[in-house]
């Protein structure tokens, strides 16, 4: 089993986090993880990403190799884009279809999504709809990974036991709407017409 | 003990404490902050050692130093660039014989993710002669920075641990060892540490007589492995660091993989390196950085009989970071197959300064205070302020190293650039700004010196900066600056006019004015709030 993720956004979306939750998560499953993130410059409204890598076996290298992963998770749709020769041919891409704008340049976001639906398997979702559903715009990242968490190899009770642990210190009502956001994103996944993989072997 | 989560930074902060760690010390700098930042949690909770920020990286260096003249260990650690504010000390301390460990930590930058350049740190342990571990993940940071210790120890040289990027800040599992105690007070001998060129001649000899020792230990180092293969003698891999991950990447599992010596320490050993070359018809090197082994392995002649392969002869790209897919190639594989673009280039997002920065209404009123005068150049310094090169200020048109604002402020005004300005951050200054402008101060020089004073370090977190508030004001009149030319606007947008004004009257005076902008920063204002 191996599992290949590249999580994508604009620093101060939430990436770190997202990939906290999972591979505390893949730890408490016993698996190696390797996870590769963006630091310093980058992190001040610039694109980052994070390399996230689960095995049953050693994991060489921190970076994924392009070509090879199996899932991105794109906080905003032009990033999630960005790492698209990352992926296998039939890897999955799970996207919001909310832009952020802070470039002069960004691409017609109609544009974006019609290339992310090019690809094999895909999911865009609402993530603002589902966030402020949730109780807080703030809750976006953690919708995707609800959206993703079908596909992880990891149990869902140790994603949320996570998901408290990151939030714990803001209080109940942050924990709740986050909560909140990763059953709304589990629930839209469910919705859509995807079969989840059970990772590689 | 239980394992830990950690990053590649926090392997090496805890490999050291664990090594009984006297004081760490450090200036904050992208990939290298986070090993500071351990340092500190984990010296606040407990309370047994020293960790903290320095005034600069030499500063830091010679901190260390002090600790280790008095028997204990130290690690000082910074980004690549740092160790060339402390080469003079880094330099000068392989000649001393160290009475407690001294570990010297830069994280290097290859890519330049956040970085002026890319230059590779173990040519600085071979300038110096002193020993170099180079590891290639978590468990082996951890490791090599204990290890470390026992050579510096064993040698009395400093040694480095050089780490890059991608393992700086990638997570991964390390396994901790029981940790041992600290050092007792014990003070070097002056006449080891006293490098007047009678004690320094002696010492050099020295240094240069134990090179061979160093070879050895490199020799029967557990971090350096060979692995032949009997049946093909085609191609051999020489690869060290995170290349080696890169190459494994490709190759594990892989039937009949070529040979493969992996480099872990320096200076290297030799008669692994002979072994695999004699052994086989080419030899491919990998490395993340310049192209220190396979030049050492070429020299002019190259090695007769042999092909030697790597960054010189082009296999392996010279410029930018490694990667698996860089890799693959060179070892003779082809690129996996993966969704492609299909003609479409997404946009780049560059960094910028957040919303409502301080710093873009500093550089707003400059560039307005500017207009109408075409002939007017900006020299900028490092930090968050950088960004203003970037759409929509475009306001400064340089950025060199920490501190050259204002000497690149001075220079351009004595070669007739007006109006010459520097724009510096308050931690830059407290860096390396203080000697410019106490040069600018003395002649009287017809330049205008932005400090701008957001009291912290922005760019890589929010470290404490020791050139902010009142104590900010008084180094500059301290250092000569006439009073009536030191001016202190608060960035803000209600002052643009107001503040553009001030700006055109300290251009117009023909001397030398600091105009210190203070606004705290945005980031930093956040986090004050939240943590109440």
Known sequence: ?201 | MKPEILLGDEAVALGAVHAGLSAGYSYPGTPASEIMEYLIKAAAKSKSFVASWSVNEKVAYEEALGVSFAGKRALVSMKHVGLNVAADPFMNSALTRLSGGLVVVPADDPGMHSSQNEQDSRFYAEFAKVPCFEPSNHQEAYEMTRQAFDVSEKFGLPVMVRLVTRLSHSRSTVQPREPRGQNELRYGARQDWTLLPVNARRRFKGLLEIQADLVRLSEESEFNRLQLNEKDRSLGVIASGLAFNYVQENLAGRESPPSLLKIGTYPLPENLIRRLVEHVETVLVVEEGYPLIERSLRGIFGVPGKAVKGKLSGELPAAGELSPEAVRPALGLKPLEKLGFGGFEPAARPPQLCAGCPHADTFQALNKALAGYPKANVFSDIGCYTLGAYPPHQAVQTCVCMGASVGMAKGGAEAGVHPSVAVIGDSTFGHSGLTPLLEAAAADTDMTVFILDNSTVAMTGGQPSYASGERLLKMIAGLGVAGEHIRVIEPLPKNLEKNTQVIKEEIEHPGLSVIVAVRECLEEAKKRRRSG
């Open chain 1, 1 to 201: 089993m191996k599992q290949d993720i590249i999580l994508a956004g604009v620093g101060g979306q939430g990436i770190i986090s997202i990939a906290y939750v999972i591979a505390s998560a893949a730890l408490e499953e016993g698996l190696e993880v390797k996870q590769a993130e963006v630091h310093g410059m980058s992190q001040r409204g610039g694109a980052v990403q994070s390399h996230l890598r689960l095995s049953r076996q050693r994991i060489w290298s921190d970076l994924i190799p392009r070509g090879e992963a199996d899932l991105i998770v794109g906080v905003e749709p032009l990033e999630a884009l960005r790492y698209l020769d990352y992926l296998r041919p039939d890897g999955m891409i799970i996207a919001s279809r909310v832009p952020f704008v802070n470039i002069r340049d960004y691409p017609d976001v109609e544009v974006l999504l019609r290339k992310i639906r090019a690809a094999p398997r895909h999911l865009i979702i609402d993530t603002e709809k589902l966030a402020k559903e949730a109780g807080s715009s703030r809750t976006q990242n953690m919708v995707l990974l609800g959206a993703a968490a079908g596909r992880l190899p990891v149990k869902e009770e140790a994603l949320i036991k996570f998901i408290r642990a990151l939030f714990e210190h803001h209080g109940e009502k942050v924990v709740a709407a986050n909560l909140k956001a990763f059953e709304l994103g589990k629930a839209e996944a469910a919705a859509a017409d995807y079969v989840p993989a059970s990772g590689r072997t």
